[in-house]
């Protein structure tokens, strides 16, 4: 979530599941989180079917998401997932670098009930739910996440988990185990609803914003590599193969998130840097028009937090304070003549009435392995009314509680291309795509391709007029720490 914006530590247990799907392919709905509403800046910044369990293996998942990551309208993404039996929906939010799946439950203490973003609310009851059962300390996933069974424990001791922001916000509570229902993809476009089970957090306690936000939503669900997040705990079942890919529309609105193999287009990719707790990749120059930055050789290693995070989950762009006023020159030098002024303490904006794209440099961001992100001025510079536009970079080291610097890209840089994460090989990868035109995947059961579009469910669910993404999770599908 966008108070990744912040140092997020995620203290508690990891969450496994133990998940299942016939050969095909699955579907989420999903809602950008501010979509066609007006929102601050610093509300930006501060948050940065009803089936017998089946045995499945192997399959496609269409998940459909809402929104935009237009910075003055939007910021994050969110998905509606089915839980429960009888299946009950459920809005989560959705990015990619934390890595467990929680929602707010019954009896919880502080848990919204309410929210602005025109979604209802849900908590999660598992005693309502005929296939729900508790996770207990002495399981073994419980066991496995701490090393050992813990010191103390007994058979009836839930296995319990707790998540720190590092605005203050924090969510704590237990595992259970219960049935989540996706829509599997069958053909070209389409789908049919299927199910499996997972084990995923019940939230009991929520503290700062996670309590009192006005944009409130029924949870979070986590796209990480680690153990815990849903992709890992799907490949150790042998159910997918560990990539995923999304394709982000902030013209249009609306675009693509898949896991599984990607066939088209066509994606170079970059080497991860290896043992990081998020998606780090090798950043090695960044060119503004046709000048490369004069920048200290190791400026991306940052001590312990190597390289650049790539982060969907994350609306803007944080850059090393002596890269930010690096690149900020250089991009100002173009226009000498405008006058910034800061907004909300934290913006710098401007008044300008031409074209953007015709009066600013375009950036471009070299990576290890010759690979180049390509950042026009529409993609870095943001409209908050008419003729008042703001940049997207940010200052890392002015942003964090610890002044320390960091390199992350989010939606601001990666929407209007296919991003691949691609975990079996270690590696993560880009093309230039019409996010609101469909790619191609393959199931890995049958061997067969197929086409898979952008989704709008606005007017299907009657939730938010706004623009839609469609998350795809191919092979099955199902917070953001940003430490």
């Not at 509680?401 to 994460?421: A, C, E, F, P, Q």
Request: negative net charge; hydrophobic residues 35%.
């Amino acid at each position: 979530m966008d108070r990744k914006n912040l140092v997020a530590v995620l203290m508690g247990v990891m969450v496994f599941a133990e998940l299942g799907f016939v050969s095909g392919n699955l579907v989420f709905n999903v809602q950008h989180k501010f979509a066609g509403r007006e929102r601050s800046l610093s509300a930006l910044k501060a948050h940065d079917a009803r089936r017998h369990r089946r045995i499945l293996s192997e399959v496609d998942i269409d998940l459909h998401l809402g929104g935009n990551g237009h910075p003055a309208e939007a910021g994050l993404y969110f998905a509606k997932i089915g839980l429960g039996n009888p299946s009950k929906d459920y809005y989560v939010q959705v990015d990619t670098g934390s890595d467990i799946l929680w929602v707010n439950c019954a009896n919880c203490d502080r848990c919204p009930t309410k929210s602005d973003l025109g979604v209802k609310l849900t908590l999660y009851d598992p005693t309502s739910s005929d296939s729900s059962s508790r996770v207990y300390c002495d399981d073994e996933f419980c066991a496995a996440t701490y090393g050992g069974v813990l010191q103390g424990c007994t058979k009836d001791l839930p296995c319990q988990y707790s998540v720190v922001y590092g605005d203050g916000s924090a969510t704590a509570g237990y595992y259970v185990k219960d049935t989540v229902v996706l829509d599997q993809v069958t053909g070209n476009l389409e789908t049919s609803p299927t199910n499996g089970s997972v084990i995923f957090g019940c939230g009991a306690k929520q503290s700062g914003e996670l309590g009192t936000s006005s944009e409130a939503l029924d949870g979070i669900l986590g796209f990480g590599q680690a153990n815990s997040s849903m992709i890992s705990q799907l490949a150790a079942a042998g159910n997918i193969k560990r990539m995923f890919a999304h394709c982000l529309d902030n013209i249009h609105g609306g675009g693509i998130f898949a896991i599984g193999e990607v066939v088209s287009p066509k994606v170079n990719t970059t080497p991860m840097v290896p043992n990081q707790p998020h998606y780090n990749v090798v950043m090695k120059e960044i060119e503004v028009g046709d000048n490369v930055l004069d920048l200290p050789t190791d400026i991306f290693d940052t001590g312990d937090r190597r390289g650049t995070i790539i982060d969907s989950g994350t609306t803007l762009a944080y850059l090393p304070e002596v890269v930010y006023e690096s690149m900020m020159t250089k991009i100002l030098a173009q226009q000498p003549g405008i006058k910034l002024h800061t907004v909300e303490e934290q913006f710098m904006c401007f008044q300008y009435s031409g074209k953007v794209d015709s009066g600013f440099p375009t950036v471009k961001f070299h990576f290890e392995g010759s690979l180049s992100l390509t950042v026009y001025p529409h993609d870095y510079l943001f409209e908050i009314r008419d003729e008042v536009w703001c940049f997207g970079w940010q200052n890392s080291g002015m942003q964090s509680k610890d002044g320390r610097d960091m390199t992350l890209l989010g939606d601001l840089v990666l929407s209007n291309k296919l991003v691949l994460y691609d975990l079996e090989n270690q590696a993560i990868g880009w093309a230039d795509h019409n996010c609101s035109s469909a790619i191609k995947v393959k199931d890995q059961a049958s061997g067969s391709v197929y086409s898979v579009g952008a989704h709008n469910i606005s007017s299907a669910s009657c939730v938010i007029s706004g623009r839609i993404v469609t998350f795809l999770l191919l092979v099955f599908a199902i917070i953001h720490t940003f430490s």
